[in-house]
């Protein structure tokens, strides 16, 4: 699979802090790649770093197999994204500034800026000075001008702040058709881990400055699960089974599920066992979310 | 030229950019309503010390005369106005935030900074020809036309240039005062770049203005040594175009000096901003 952007040893010092250190991370096409990590976890300092906003202290960022810093127009000319609040020049209109910053990147139609507007649902303000819109609409406006000049890499700090529950669905919705539609990659910082469990199909988590996972998102989830939803009848008879198992513990049960909490390994096992027992199994799966594994990886970091 | 072109179209669609422009128009319009009221009583004064050795006839207070008198305060109001939009060329988008959209773009920073210091230089030269036109062409309907005698302040001497001179001069003093206004564009420039806010670099402007402005005309021994080494010094190089005869030497000189401190404010305005980090 082809790495759209890959960071080596990537670090970044402020005085005797380090923001972020030896981070290596690998960003695929066609991922929707979600970064996580608590508040000053560094997600922003690498995000910036990315985007040449800031001069890393060690390390290399690649970008569709080029040096970021040796080819900078030409890599970033591929790259649209939004660091932090999307800030716009207030006395100009939606449209004036969408064309004025677009322009900078290669020369845009007037058609593109009104499709870019037209995506997020803005073209009937487009005209409208920017001073004039919500902090949703200038979030909007922000995956606007990342999406005009049609980049292949999109980068987006916490694209859904401000944003209400259905701006946020169109938001999520966006990113996956330009995923899968367009075929775009996109980066993602975000503190929404709900939401990032149904658009990733790729994470790394940060804390401290410091890359504490990164993979696939079922893979990330299943490599330490431990809890598992079971279903199995009679589920009386299954349950007085596994309370003499010493690897087994049982949580809850509602009459229908059991929810138990397994050593690691042992999966199998249970599953041999209830059936040796004439105990049918219909289902057994973990049940890890991405709140549990990211306070496991985080041990419980405040602020998120 | 499409950086410099956003840079533009950016600086000249706020309002605040034509304050500047308002300032001006209005100190050049009262100064010379209140000079056509009392026109006698400023000859009076003027050619006092004159009047017993020489007659002096004709239109002297005329457009060209009240063009250089109001350009006697050149240094004093124009560096404030070129500071609040120089000083707010690069600082004004760490405030916004809009630098963090500008600066992700494939233009290099040299690039972007090329065209904001532009675009800083091409404000200052509207607005000293803005200045020029509005003191020539007001001047020229209240006033009319004719030679133009000057006394200089301290000396007892009287400058006479002929009616048909003073355009081609008049050119080339307004020139000179782009061009020395654009070191304080540079100054206000440099300090845009260091800042966040731009309250920082339009004061810290004025002060090194209004400093080097003082410590030049203190009559102090001390001072006076270093008098040659302030731009402020240089900034007086317009003024050489209405002697007698132009030093040309001298007003070269000057305009070298000015050059060397705009080529040095910008070489370190660029320096600065290539290595800073963006974390506003």
New interface residues.
Partial sequence: MECVLKTFDLGKRFGKRWAARGLNLEVHRGDIFCFLGPNGAGKSTTI?MI?????PTTGAIRLFGEDLHKN???V??R?G?I??????????SAFKNLK??G???RRVTRDEVMEALERVGLSARAGDKVRTFSHGMKQRLGIA?ALLTKPELIILDEPTTGLDPQGMKDVRELIQRLALEEGMTIFLSSHLLSEIEQVATRMAVIHRGEMKAQGSVSELLAREAIDYALQAAPIEQAMRLMQGVPWVQVLSSDGHMIEVRLEPGHAAELNKLLVANQIEVAALYPRRTLEDFFLKVTKGAPGI | MTLFGFEAYKTFSRWRTYISFGVLALIVVMTEIVMRVSAREIIGSMMKIFQRDFIIAGNILNAWFITTFIMNSLHFHIPFLVTLVAGDMVSSEATAGTIRFLLIRPPSRQRILNAKYLTALFYTAGLVMFFAVLCVVLGLALFGSGDLIMHRLGQFSVVFIPEAEIPLRMLLAFAAAIWSMTVVASLAFLFSAMAENSIGPIIGTMAVVICFLIFGNLPLHFFRHLKPFFFTTHMLLWQGFFDSSIRWLEIGQSAVILGLHNAGLFLIASIVYRRKDIKS
């Avoid at chain 1, 985007?51 to 001069?55: A, G, P, R």
């Avoid at chain 1, 660091?83 to 100009?92: I, R």
């Fill in positions: 910036r985007l040449t906003l800031l001069k900078r127009v030409a970033l000319s790259v994204g660091v932090e609040k999307p800030d716009f020049y207030l006395f100009l004025l910053l322009s900078m990147t001008q």
